[in-house]
């Protein structure tokens, strides 16, 4: 089975606090996701990466940034971090191959006060 | 026009029950479509996926995909309080490694013992 980890189920920071949350796959997938989930909005991409060191913008990058530097591990870093950005944040998997279906992780609860 | 609609909810049905939740999209290019299932305060789990048109059955679950009209469904059948979640319906093109989900805003659904 795919599995997907993150370094925290919860987390509280302070506004303007550098924010490192952590995700690790071990099925040697090609591709790594970072969203996050607010109620009524869904979940919303922030950044994805489809290669080691290879980084795209997601829908909502502002405010965020990503690292990876080994295949199974993908960084996203709240270079400060506001209450705004108190979220649901999940990383997932993928192959790259068909069907395209994500692995998802447990999430992190960040709360920004 | 957002390119994934997905009802709100939430949905509250009787255990037993019959569920019937639905997805439209306007991106005429996507192929295949999934439907994850997200317990509370966990990560979405891949429930099942279709390849273009027809239906998919597993268990007490069956997807449906119509392209002509751009909507896709996912019947519960004999519905249990485990089913108690929210759903997600999501969708790509197949364009490659680079493929990402596009997804609905979920809908959350009670199943009263």
């Known amino acids: 089975d795919v599995k997907v980890t993150q370094s925290s189920r919860y987390l509280v920071k302070r506004t303007g606090e550098k924010v490192f949350l952590e995700c690790v796959q071990d099925m040697d997938h090609e591709n790594m996701f970072w969203y996050r989930q607010d109620p009524g909005l869904g979940l919303r991409l922030i950044y994805f990466s489809y290669d080691v060191k290879m980084k795209e913008k997601g829908d909502i990058p502002e405010g965020y940034s990503v690292s990876r530097e080994k295949k199974e591990r993908f960084s996203l870093i709240l270079e400060s971090a506001s209450t705004n950005q108190t979220s649901m944040y999940l990383c997932?998997?993928?192959?790259?191959?068909?069907?395209?279906?994500?692995?998802f992780g447990p999430g992190t609860r960040l709360t920004v006060t | 026009q957002k390119e994934v609609e997905q009802d709100p909810g939430p949905l509250s049905v009787p255990e037993g029950a019959i569920v019937s939740l639905n997805c439209t999209y306007s991106?005429?290019?996507?192929?295949?479509f999934m439907w994850y299932r997200q317990y509370s305060r966990k990560g979405p789990e891949l429930l099942m996926y279709?390849?273009?048109?027809g239906n998919k059955e597993d268990g007490r679950f069956t997807a449906q995909v119509d392209k002509s009209s751009k909507y896709i469904s996912l019947f519960i059948r004999d519905s249990q309080p485990s089913d108690s979640a929210t759903y997600l319906c999501?969708?790509?093109?197949?364009?490659?490694?680079?493929?990402?989900?596009?997804f609905g805003k979920g809908i959350t659904l009670s199943v009263r013992p």
């Open positions: 991106n005429s290019a996507f192929q295949y």
């Open positions: 279709t390849y273009s048109s």
């Open positions: 999501a969708m790509t093109e197949s364009t490659g490694a680079n493929s990402k989900l596009t």
């Open positions: 997932a998997s993928s192959s790259g191959q068909a069907p395209y279906e994500q692995y």
